[in-house]
């Protein structure tokens, strides 16, 4: 059937809240087994929880993706756990604060690009071994977003490490896709998520409303299940002749700037 996923083994990172938590859901819906990884155990462990209780095969596991013993055992949990592993999902990411370049101290730069641009690193490093070692190939997909491809005021740390994975995606597709294993990326555009919410508590409310809706086409937020129905597309057979892509799903914003 197109769009199952029956059979398959599955990481998603940032499982926690927003766009990981819908992609875990949607993911085991189609009959993956999930794997949820965040740093907040709490949360994964109550949202394994209720996919299970759905009818869905879920565990999840405490993981800093910015520690390399951390990813390898969520890998490794993964494998043994459910015998293998076939789509990671690397959405793990943090904004940061928001502050002007001359202003920014080192630690924030350390913390974000460390977990959204190491972090990403590690994980395809340990999971791409997995799929390698299995031979059955794969289907990795990373999460960016608009700053990828945009810059912000404000938002350097952040900026920079989501272009960062651009070049990590078309770098790691080159290596692993002849090799069955298709690695791609996806950048949503303003999305409602507790990240989404955390901007506009800093910046406020009428800002987001007034200078940045009016930007995207739909003038309104994505919801986090539409994003994980583009990510799923990219995890499934439909998207077979994919690999080193970046997909924009962000309601036209990036075609009005």
């Known amino acids: 059937m197109s769009g199952s ?20 859901t949607l993911l085991a819906e189609r009959g993956a087994s999930v794997v949820l990884a965040a740093r907040r155990e709490e ?16 565990t999840h596991i405490r993981t800093d993706v910015s520690v390399s013993d951390d990813v390898q055992a969520m890998v490794a949990h ?34 974000v690009c460390g977990i959204n641009l190491r972090g990403n690193f590690l994980c395809l490093k340990y999971e791409a071994r997995a799929m390698l070692a299995a031979g059955n190939g794969g289907a990795i997909v990373n999460v960016g977003s608009v700053n990828s491809f945009l810059g912000s005021p404000g ?11 651009v070049g990590l995606t078309s770098s790691a597709s080159a290596e692993l896709a002849p090799q069955g294993i298709r690695v791609n990326i996806v950048c949503p555009g303003l999305v409602k998520t507790p990240m989404h919410q955390r901007i506009r508590n800093a910046i406020g409310d009428a800002a ?17 299940e539409e994003i994980a129905k583009t990510i799923a597309f990219l995890c499934s057979d439909d998207a077979s002749y ?16």
């Open 208 to 224: 987001v409303d007034e200078s940045m809706i009016p930007r995207v086409h739909q003038r309104r937020a994505g919801e986090p």
């Open 5 to 24: 996923f029956e059979g398959k083994v599955a990481i998603v990172t940032g499982a926690s809240s927003g766009i990981g938590y819908a992609t875990a």
């Open 155 to 165: 938002a350097a740390a952040y900026v920079a490490s989501k272009h960062g994975q």
């Open 43 to 58: 949360e994964i462990a109550a949202h394994a929880d209720a996919i299970r209780a759905a009818g869905g095969k879920a």
């Open 242 to 257: 994919f690999s080193g892509s970046a997909l924009t799903p962000d309601g036209g914003l990036l075609t009005t700037v």
């Open 78 to 111: 993964a494998v043994a756990t459910f015998g293998k592993l076939d789509i990671a999902v690397n959405n793990a990411g943090v904004e940061g604060d928001i502050g002007m370049i001359v202003d920014m101290p080192d630690e924030n730069w350390d913390r």
